[in-house]
């Protein structure tokens, strides 16, 4: 038999994450299992572009990343076509749902066209489902909404966890689903900035979803993603995305009132919030975060018991909120969790060692752990794409919504 050797092509695409203050943007190669990141960049901007979340010179930020753009294929010669980017903003609502089909005829295993009417079964109830919850919270309406990211969790036949559904014969699957959306008109934010950059924007990952990436080993996790102009709190459970929720507090509340005591510069502050100073207006601070953040894990856990695995996500340096978290009581009324708060740390070995080790690389990245972790969920999505499920439904979602 003659075997015919097929090259594999490696896979280059942008990742731009965008801030208040910055525009990063990375540009990956990865071919099977393994990114090389080839090209890093940043690009400073005025923080009245982004204000409260909210785009207010898309203009500027257009040129900020097309000044990327321009300098990469300038310096490594390369044409890029495919991008990802993130969206910072609050009109994102993530919802989580389990839903239980029982298959009618159980003589026969599941195949391809089978496939696809489960699929869109357990798709229609979720958003049926998420649509009405989105209003309830909200009052934006199923036409107010665009889907951004459907992910399959989890699965089980029967009762038995199973990464496949298709050749098999169960009497009832049970899909963990979390669907991700942004209103349409933050989507339209999206169709401009691909059409200002001439770029294929083939993914929109959500920080809050990236982030969560970096923890598929770890069931239950609380992850506080404190930035200048907002803090995200994200709840893992069971292994699953139950909630994300941005609130609008931020590290600059505190940074501000520092300023009106002291004579200090924005950066004179920031290298010396850790230390044993600005007593007054950190207990302040923190005990606002405090009851900020006992409520906001009340409304999401309801009665369930609060992990106690904790991750600390920040562009620069936490240790006075992370040792107060650690040395209260966050229970509650409802709020209950049973041990103290333990700090975990996530495992980047989806990059080699080589670029992590590398100081020229890590200094540029330390302080913005999401750009790591929408690599890694680039890498994941790359995975999915030749997955028979994900595969379905993709094609479920775009039948359903044309």
Request: some cysteine; hydrophobic content about 45%; proline content about 2%.
């Amino acid at each position: 038999m003659n075997f015919i050797k097929k090259e594999i092509k490696p896979k280059i695409i942008w990742i731009i994450d965008i801030w208040t203050y910055k525009i990063r943007v990375w540009i990956c190669k990865i071919i099977n299992r393994d990114v090389e990141l080839i090209w890093y960049w940043e690009k400073r901007q005025d923080e009245n572009y982004i204000v409260m979340q909210e785009f207010q010179d898309l203009e500027w930020i257009s040129e900020n990343i097309n000044q990327a753009i321009e300098k990469a294929e300038i310096d490594w010669n390369i044409k890029i076509d495919d991008v990802i980017i993130n969206l910072p903003t609050e009109n994102l609502f993530f919802e989580f749902s389990k839903i239980n089909h029982i298959r009618q005829n159980t003589d026969n295993k599941v195949d391809d066209k089978e496939l696809y009417e489960i699929m869109s079964i357990i798709e229609s109830l979720a958003l049926k489902k998420h649509y009405k919850s989105i209003k309830n919270h909200s009052w934006y309406k199923k036409n107010d909404l665009k889907l951004l990211i459907s992910n399959i969790s989890s699965i089980k036949l029967d009762n038995i966890e199973s990464k496949k559904i298709i050749w098999t014969n169960p009497k009832e699957i049970n899909i963990a689903l979390l669907n991700i959306f942004i209103t349409e008109s933050k989507y339209e934010i999206i169709r401009f900035l691909s059409k200002s950059i001439w770029k294929n924007i083939i993914n929109i990952i959500p920080s809050e979803f990236a982030i969560t990436w970096l923890f598929k080993k770890t069931k239950d996790i609380i992850i506080i993603d404190l930035w200048n102009s907002h803090t995200s709190i994200i709840v893992k459970k069971d292994w699953n995305i139950v909630w994300s929720k941005k609130l609008s507090f931020w590290i600059n509340d505190l940074i501000k009132q520092i300023r009106k005591n002291y004579n200090l510069t924005k950066n004179d502050i920031i290298e010396k919030i850790d230390q044993d100073i600005f007593i007054p207006e950190k207990i302040i601070f923190l005990e606002i975060f405090k009851d900020i953040l006992s409520i906001t894990l009340e409304e999401i856990l309801w009665k369930q018991i609060c992990p106690n695995d904790f991750f600390m996500a920040w562009w620069w340096s936490n240790k006075f909120i992370k040792n107060y978290l650690k040395n209260i009581d966050l229970n509650n009324s409802w709020l209950k969790i049973v041990w103290k708060i333990s700090y975990i740390n996530p495992s980047i070995d989806f990059i080699d060692d080589k670029i992590i080790n590398n100081p020229e690389w890590l200094d540029s990245a330390k302080s913005n752990i999401n750009i790591f972790a929408m690599i890694k969920t680039t890498l994941d999505f790359i995975k999915k794409d030749k997955n028979k499920i994900e595969k379905t439904l993709k094609k479920v979602i775009y039948d359903l919504e044309n």
